[in-house]
């Protein structure tokens, strides 16, 4: 048995502020009612590093390895003044530390007694079963009647996930902060364990297909009020609740403005995967493949090209803005003059 880390942040929801000393209670999400770890959060409403107990790392680094490469843990937290918070699922690596962040929501005094909220993380996508991409094209038609897009390439500050298939109208919408939104996709999505370079490939991947879809209005052009979905088979896997790993955190908040491109296209690149082992996608870029690649030296961008073409570039997003929207605000009319209009 290996080792890995685990880190719990605790903030308040109704404003995001640290909460400390609350409570924490750690058991294997298999063995739930047998506590392996007990502490409190600091001043920054944050734990220490915990060491707990990971399979080896070797499972992750291959896809032939059929066990599942990373532990289980349920957390329980209770604070004063908040309602108690249960997430089960929070995945361990060796050798890296995972990031369990937790929003609790303060008492209501109008609430009788206390309610718990429970979040349960399912299966990562490189371990469980989820329904492969349904093939785009990388570059979204941008003359058709009704088409609209924004002016230029911006990165949102937040970005509105459907947490189900589009068509699906009692799925939740979650706001969620733009780079928040990329560290909780690439963490389901590959191992913090794989090679930098490997790491930076998919991240940058990602956020192409992610700015893609903010760049077309994709859903929004469909009549749907959110930019993206949590389905794999539309879009990345999100998952609610999950916890993060600092490697792969640490790499979105580096390069989080970056995109990929082509010449003279100015939309961001539909950059479209899959895993490579269950699932072949030969005009894709392969996960297990990228890493396989990151093992031998290769850069990030020689990564990207053997699998998308040598004219990829990366590229830099102008502005950083809202929930980017082409609509202005106000109809535009006869004598409407401005941005908007050139836009048009």
């Known amino acids: 048995m290996a080792q890995g880390y685990l880190q719990v942040d605790v903030v308040s929801d109704a404003n995001s502020f640290p909460v400390q000393d609350a409570d924490i209670v750690i058991a294997r999400t298999e063995e739930p009612?047998?506590?392996?770890?007990e502490t409190r959060t600091n001043s920054s409403g944050q734990t220490e590093n915990l060491p707990l107990d990971a399979p080896p790392v070797e499972l992750s680094l291959s896809p032939e390895e059929t066990e599942r490469p990373y532990a289980e843990y349920t957390i329980r937290i209770t604070a004063p003044g908040f309602e108690p918070f249960v997430v089960s699922g929070t995945e361990?690596?060796?050798?890296?530390?995972?990031i369990q962040g937790i929003r609790l929501r303060p008492l209501s005094n109008a609430s009788a007694g206390e309610q718990i909220e429970t979040v349960t993380i399912p299966d990562h996508t490189l371990y469980g079963d989820y329904l492969p991409k349904i093939a785009e094209s990388e570059i979204k038609p941008v003359i058709e009647t009704g088409e609209i897009v924004l002016s230029r390439v911006v990165v949102p500050q937040t970005v509105v996930v459907h947490d189900g298939v589009p068509t699906n109208t009692s799925a939740a919408n979650y706001y969620v902060p733009y780079r928040d939104y990329i560290k909780n996709v690439a963490s389901s999505e590959i191992y913090a364990t794989w090679p930098r370079s490997a790491?930076?490939?998919?991240?940058l991947a990602i956020m192409s297909f992610t700015l893609n879809r903010v760049y077309t209005e994709w859903y929004r052009n469909q009549g749907y009020d959110f930019t993206i979905t949590s389905s794999t088979a539309y879009d990345h896997k999100w998952i609610y609740g999950r916890n993060v790993f600092e490697s792969i955190s640490e790499t979105v908040d580096e390069i989080f403005e970056n995109y990929l491109s082509r010449p003279n296209v100015k939309q961001p690149i539909l950059t479209?995967?899959?895993?490579?082992?269950?699932?072949?996608?030969?005009?894709?870029?392969s996960q297990w493949g990228s890493k396989a690649f990151g093992d031998k030296g290769y850069t990030a961008i020689e990564i990207l090209r053997y699998y998308y073409g040598d004219s990829l570039y990366i590229?830099?997003?102008?502005q950083v803005a809202g929930i980017p929207a082409s609509w202005p605000g106000y109809v535009l009319k006869r004598g409407s003059v401005g941005e908007a209009?050139?836009?048009?």
Do not use: F, H, K
């Open 33 to 37: 009612d047998e506590i392996i770890e």
């Open 92 to 98: 361990v690596l060796a050798d890296v530390t995972a």
């Open 199 to 203: 790491i930076v490939a998919n991240v």
């Open 272 to 285: 479209q995967y899959c895993d490579g082992s269950r699932v072949t996608c030969p005009q894709w870029m």
């Open 315 to 318: 590229n830099q997003a102008e």
């Open 341 to 344: 209009v050139l836009q048009i």
